[in-house]
């Protein structure tokens, strides 16, 4: 899991409802009064965390969620919500991390040496043709 957004606050946490709920409440059923606030905000680091990546440097979002009816499940909600959103681009993927290792080791290996130099949520400089550059962003498999 990464290090995302977290509208409200002048820090990242990490991309779990743990760790949301824990910075938000200290407890797991806290002031019922400040769900609704709570769940804007978890929801909303979710699709900024999303959107960082997806317009940067497009690494794979991990969201952690424990199902847990932590502050009555506002959480759960937000995962559910922000992902409703993601799902409206064509390009995205939710996938297990079988899935995505499988699709890792389908890569060339120059391609993901690439991809790791970039820095957290920024796309590359010249865009991606020209970053990719002889390696193409070709796989090894010809299926996907």
Known sequence: MQG???PGHSFEVISMDYNMMFNQ??????????HPVWKAQ????FLAGFRRAYHGNRAPLII????????????????????VEMAKYS????VSFRQLVA??????????RRLRSLPVGEAPKGGWPTFLGEAGGA??????
């Open 42 to 45: 978890a929801r909303n680091s």
């Open 4 to 6: 995302i957004p977290f």
């Open 64 to 83: 952690g969620n424990h199902f847990e009816n932590w502050n009555r499940g506002i959480y759960m909600d937000a995962v559910a919500e922000a992902a």
């Open 139 to 144: 796989s090894k498999s010809t299926t996907s």
């Open 91 to 94: 390009s995205v993927r939710f």
């Open 25 to 34: 409440s200290r407890i797991t059923q806290g002031d019922p009064a400040m």
């Open 103 to 112: 699709w890792l080791e389908a890569q060339d290996a120059a391609v993901l």
